[in-house]
């Protein structure tokens, strides 16, 4: 037989590989390439094969989610500190944002058949009523780090630290200093800094913003 004429070895399909192949569609060229068709030229099959491994384009969403959600590593409680067990809750969520920038959006799908995200919630909610936080004041306190952190994630999928800093340092060098003076004093310093800088000190203001109200409850 030449070696022109040797017949291809190819992987056999199954959801695992349906899913992984998908997955690492989207992160390469977004949420926006990702059609049956063009997964199935990726695997070197037709479109209309796939659906012998997920039902729909929905269900192929939910396992991709399953998949990200996977690698969301919080081990519970192991902290004497809640303001640790929060910093490290929301550090293990930002860093899956980070790993999966493009597909992170789709953890958000509801009814996910996974367990992940209830564990870190439960986590959280568990930190909050262990520092002392009655029922309304623990909720309260999740829904606002909840806000602000998915937010803050869900924004960053369409900016890097090069983004950031370019544009201060283009707006430093477009600024009017006589109109605009503190912006033009404090941009040179803004183009330096970069996102996780941001997330740290968000993260910090968000918990002496609840230990203040903490200790309020308390009075």
């Not at 022109?4 to 695992?16: E, F, G, I, K, V």
């Not at 070197?44 to 192929?60: C, F, Q």
């Not at 910093?87 to 992940?116: I, K, N, S, Y």
């Not at 060098?173 to 968000?202: K, M, N, S, Y």
């Amino acid at each position: 037989m030449t070696r022109q004429s040797r017949p291809r070895r190819t992987r056999t399909l199954n959801r695992a590989r349906v899913v992984e192949a998908a997955l690492a569609l989207v992160e390469r060229e977004g949420l926006e390439a990702l059609t049956m068709r063009r997964l199935g030229r990726e695997l070197g099959v037709e479109g209309m094969a796939l659906y012998t491994h997920v039902r729909n384009k929905a269900d192929l969403l939910d396992a991709v989610a399953v998949l990200v959600l996977t690698d969301l590593d919080v081990p519970p409680g192991r902290s004497p500190r809640w303001q640790e067990r929060i910093r490290r809750g929301v550090l293990a969520w930002a860093a899956l944002q980070e790993r999966h920038p493009r597909a992170f959006p789709l953890v958000f799908r509801p009814r996910l058949p996974t367990d992940a995200v209830s564990n870190l919630t439960e986590e959280l909610l568990d930190a909050l009523r262990v520092a002392g936080f009655d029922e309304r004041g623990a909720a309260l306190a999740y829904e606002t780090i909840v806000v602000l952190v998915d937010s803050a994630l869900l924004s960053r999928s369409s900016w890097s630290d090069a983004d950031l800093q370019r544009a201060w340092r283009e707006g430093a060098v477009q600024a009017d200093e006589e109109r605009f003076p503190r912006f033009a004093e404090v941009a040179p310093a803004a183009a330096t800094l970069t996102w996780r800088e941001i997330l740290d000190t968000g993260v910090d203001l968000l918990l002496r913003g609840l230990e203040a109200r903490l200790r309020a409850q308390r009075r």
